[in-house]
């Protein structure tokens, strides 16, 4: 049975990967400051802050010793809620962002590469956002964190490549977790695909990085937003003629 740890498991896009793996027969190990409580035998809940190395170091080290090798790391744990203009974040909430979304990973890698050692199989998917590249006003510390987060797999996909263990990102657009149904036509429209995206759209993504047999994706930053970022978008009074 293979291992995968996903942080920011708890909620949010992650309790759907959490899920959608365990469906899948994965050992899941659920990394989280909430307590989630999913009654599944083959889910595991791990209380770890990821701005904490020491806690981060202790949850690989009993995953490791516990239940062995570790096959999958999906880096997810985030924060987002610091969208403030420049002239109001403040430092101390800009360092919590990087901390959390882009140290906190890196710092999970670095575990899990260790705990992966000399195994012939191993996957690290990072997940991104559109807003590493496409943003809105006052997103800047998430934007510079999701930025980090895919130099961070370009990087890991060249030092790893001595290893079986491939390193991808996944960079969501609009992905509706809750209350889909009361989404208006113009949302769904706006997208290409015709409908705003859903967990299960990462979740599948996510799986299919996962099988054995694909180990020639690697580096890859796989857009998911129904082509959103395709779309020229300007005001209706702007005119080229």
Same mark, same amino acid.
């Given at each position: 049975m293979?291992r995968?740890?996903?942080t920011?498991?708890?909620s949010g896009?992650?309790?759907?990967?959490?899920?959608?793996?365990?469906d899948?027969?994965?050992?899941?190990?659920?990394?989280?400051?909430i307590?989630?409580?999913?009654?599944?035998?083959?889910i595991?809940?791990?209380?770890?802050?990821?701005?904490?190395?020491?806690?981060?170091?202790?949850?690989?080290?009993t995953?490791?010793?516990q239940?062995?090798? +570790?096959?999958? $790391?999906? *880096?997810?744990?985030? #924060?987002s809620?610091?969208?403030?203009? %420049?002239?109001?974040i403040? =430092?101390e909430?800009?360092d919590?962002?990087i901390?959390?979304?882009?140290r906190?990973?890196?710092?999970?890698?670095?575990?899990?590469?260790?705990?992966?050692k000399?195994?012939?199989?191993?996957?690290?998917?990072?997940?991104?956002?559109?807003?590493?590249?496409?943003n809105?006003?006052?997103?800047?510390?998430y934007?510079?964190?999701?930025g980090? +987060?895919i130099? $961070?797999? *370009?990087?890991?996909? #060249?030092?790893?490549?001595n290893?079986? %263990?491939?390193?991808?990102? =996944?960079?969501?657009?609009?992905?509706?977790?809750?209350n889909?149904?009361?989404?208006?036509?113009?949302?769904?429209?706006?997208?290409?695909?015709?409908?705003?995206?859903?967990?299960?759209?990462i979740?599948?993504?996510c799986?299919?990085?996962?099988?054995k047999?694909?180990?020639?994706?690697n580096g890859?930053?796989?857009?998911?937003?129904?082509?959103m970022?395709k779309k020229?978008?300007?005001?209706?009074?702007?005119?080229?003629?």
């Open positions: 293979e995968v740890v996903i920011g498991g708890a896009i992650g309790k759907f990967l959490a899920k959608g793996f365990a899948k027969g994965y050992e899941v190990f659920v990394l989280d400051i307590k989630q409580d999913f009654s599944r035998s083959n595991h809940y791990f209380h770890v802050d990821l701005k904490n190395e020491d806690e981060i170091h202790k949850c690989f080290e995953i490791k010793n239940f062995g090798v +570790i096959h999958i $790391l999906i *880096n997810n744990g985030a #924060i809620k610091f969208h403030k203009s %420049i002239d109001k403040t =430092i909430e800009f919590q962002v901390d959390t979304n882009l906190g990973a890196f710092i999970c890698c670095k575990e899990f590469i260790e705990k992966n000399n195994a012939d199989y191993g996957r690290i998917i990072n997940i991104a956002s559109t807003r590493f590249h496409q809105e006003a006052n997103w800047d510390a934007g510079a964190s999701k980090g +987060i130099s $961070l797999t *370009n990087s890991l996909c #060249i030092s790893l490549s290893t079986g %263990i491939t390193v991808n990102a =996944i960079s969501p657009g609009w992905i509706e977790v809750e889909y149904e009361n989404l208006t036509d113009n949302d769904h429209k706006q997208h290409p695909s015709g409908r705003v995206g859903k967990p299960i759209d979740v599948n993504a799986l299919f990085l996962c099988e047999t694909n180990n020639f994706i890859a930053n796989l857009i998911i937003d129904g082509g970022t020229i978008i300007y005001e209706e009074t702007f005119n080229f003629n």
